[in-house]
């Protein structure tokens, strides 16, 4: 999906697929240079972190795993609850790995704080943290992100797999949501 098909919901577009690719590209040299020669687990957070996953995973000149976890903080709201839901477990013994979180969006944290810990103690050797954008003024908590790609503004965002209400995850952009969508 591009612009000119969601044009008349969108206030702008941040961040153009080409600055996301390039981002991700230089993420993926990060990546590889601290996990070389190490056997790494990325770990989705589904559903917006499908297309960072997909693009950083096909990035990577490494041999890693992959696996998916659901979480929700948000139902169909705009902003997060701060209550943590396991939708969807992962299907990986985590104990002794090497874990790399892969996030589409950290705004308050307190979802990424939670599952970060709780990878954690399932015995996991390290968790990391890869996040394609935050919004440092909708921060809660701090959490440590080892690979960020973009600081935003705390502006409901929309493409590159985040939605609102499931949809815009196709919108090949990343933009601002007009609030008469959502109002």
């Known amino acids: 999906m591009d612009y000119q098909d969601i044009a008349a919901d969108l206030e702008s577009v941040l961040i153009t697929e080409d600055e996301i690719h390039a981002k991700i590209a230089e993420l993926a040299r990060r990546i590889e240079t601290d996990y070389a020669g190490e056997k790494l687990l990325l770990v989705g957070v589904l559903k917006g972190a499908v297309m960072v996953m ?9 041999p890693i795993e992959m696996d998916w976890m659901a979480v929700s903080s948000y139902g169909s709201g705009t902003q997060s609850s701060g209550v943590v839901r396991i939708l969807k477990d992962l299907d990986s013994d985590l104990h002794g790995r090497k874990v790399l979180i892969v996030e589409d969006i950290i705004d308050s944290g307190l979802t990424l704080s939670w599952l970060r810990g709780n990878l954690e103690s399932r015995g996991a050797e390290s968790v990391e943290i890869c996040a394609l954008l935050r919004k440092p003024d909708a921060a809660k908590v701090i959490v440590d992100v080892k690979y960020e790609g973009f600081q935003i503004p705390n502006a409901f965002v929309v493409g590159y797999g985040l939605d609102y209400a499931e ?3 196709n919108f090949r952009d990343i933009g601002v949501l007009a609030p008469h969508v959502y109002a």
């Not at 997909?54 to 490494?62: F, P, S």
């Open 54 to 62: 997909a693009d950083l995973a096909r990035e990577l000149h490494l």
């Open 167 to 169: 949809k815009y995850r």
